[in-house]
């Protein structure tokens, strides 16, 4: 096995321990990779010496280990972080009676920088965005904001797999949505990416190096697909989902647009320009 490959299939591993939950077993791990039970105890054993995964008690096999928040942390360390940014998620979260995140936009890519939730509301994970962004309520922003030779690279080096039944998988169905997107400067999705969850973001901008607003992140708020316009439907309170996504952006723009509180300078990394 090359070094390259093990490394991906580390990767892979970790992955899955973080997708289950409180603890997998090896042959659980094996099953789900199709990976032979040796190379998989050898590849859980590696990340568990370097911190990145911990052995819990037999019963449950292995976790995720404490070396991940460092990373995570770090990354967030790397984004623009407003002053405040926990109030006004709780904010987002009382208001809209939904679990609510902030998102940030790095070059195409999308970063979860913090999330305001409870067991009544959860906010879903997504381990890698790559390859969502066409079915997520985040990523549909980015994609309306991108110029079309940005949005052309992004759709070819991932596709438009499904990931529901609702998944968009036709381009051109896709780029009425997104113009959609444009005009009401939001976006939904309705169990694109998971078939009982629907989401609404809004978009988070700053003036730009020119002074041209640019993209920098987005509030989302997730809640359950139910019958179209049955009670806890996006379509029954959708005035007051949108009030609280569109008040959150609107909140973390101008916390911001404060250099001292977040280090911000020219738009920050990662801007995104309406093209």
Known sequence: ??????????????????????????KAVARRLEYNLSTTYHLLESLVVDGYLVRLE??????????????????????????????????VHATAGAGALYAAFRDDDVVVVAHDDCAEHPVPMISTWRGALHAT?????????????ARRAILDRDGLPSHAYRTMTDLEALDRELAGVRRRDLAVDRGE??????CMAAPVRVPGPRGAPALVGAVAVAVPVV?????????????????????????????????????WDDGGPGAVRRG
């Open 1 to 26: 096995m090359s070094a390259l490959s093990s490394v991906h299939r580390a990767l892979q591993v970790l992955e899955v321990v973080a997708a289950a939950g409180d603890g997998i077993s090896a």
């Open 58 to 91: 037999a019963s449950r096999g292995f976790g995720l280990g404490p070396k991940l928040p460092a990373l995570h942390d770090r990354l967030v360390a790397q984004l623009p972080v407003p002053r405040g940014l926990g109030a006004i998620l709780r904010d």
């Open 137 to 149: 309520a985040v990523g549909k922003l980015l994609l309306a904001e991108a110029d079309d030779v």
């Open 193 to 198: 990416f998971r078939e009982r969850l629907a």
């Open 227 to 263: 019958p179209a316009g049955g009670p806890g439907s996006i379509a029954d309170r959708r005035e007051r989902l949108e009030r609280a996504v569109r008040d959150g952006a609107r909140r973390l723009a101008d916390a911001l647009r404060d250099p001292v509180s977040t280090g």
